[in-house]
């Protein structure tokens, strides 16, 4: 048999494969778990983001809290057991890929991180910052997570914030 593209591609294939297994058995059980509800919660983020108006995709967010409300009650012995919040961020960006009914973007991810830690009482801000392009009128966005309090993520430089949500609030620019 030659070493054909086909054969190059399945040994890639093959490959991957086995990294994301090996990554998989690397993760401690508090790991699998974020994950794991990262990957059955984004279709429903996914779903209430598209809603066409404001007030029912705040509305379905709000909900999706409530669902996770449970978790929160627990979030004061959760919040010393769960993993910090880069490690987070790096587990629903890996349950996002892993997830084939979810668009893997910024936004979907952003807001199950947000709804995941917030649900075991991590103090978290949504981000939602926008940009327009100088040599064009195209619009750039992107959404991230941060520590209330904490020092603001490097994103704020390159996408001025529009959308805050968290702490017990919403702001908007």
């Not at 979030?75 to 790096?90: H, W, Y």
């Amino acid at each position: 048999m030659t070493d054909g593209p086909a054969r190059r591609r399945l040994s890639a294939l093959r490959a991957s494969a086995a990294r994301a297994s090996a990554a998989l058995a690397s993760l401690d059980a508090r790991e699998l778990l974020v994950m794991s509800a990262a990957w059955g919660l984004a279709p429903w983020v996914q779903r209430a983001l598209l809603s066409r108006r404001p007030q029912e995709l705040l509305a379905s967010l709000e909900r999706l809290e409530r669902w996770l409300g449970p978790l929160r009650e627990r979030g004061s012995s959760a919040r010393s057991e769960s993993p910090c919040p880069a490690r987070v961020e790096q587990l629903v960006r890996w349950a996002l890929r892993a997830q084939p009914a979810v668009e893997d973007n910024c936004l979907v991810g952003a807001c199950t991180q947000y709804l995941l830690q917030h649900a075991s009482g991590d103090r978290v801000v949504l981000v939602v910052g926008a940009r327009t392009a100088a040599s064009s009128a195209t619009h750039y966005a992107h959404a991230w997570v941060e520590l209330a309090g904490a020092p603001r993520h490097a994103e704020r430089a390159m996408h001025p914030a529009i959308l805050e949500l968290g702490g017990d609030e919403v702001r908007s620019a």
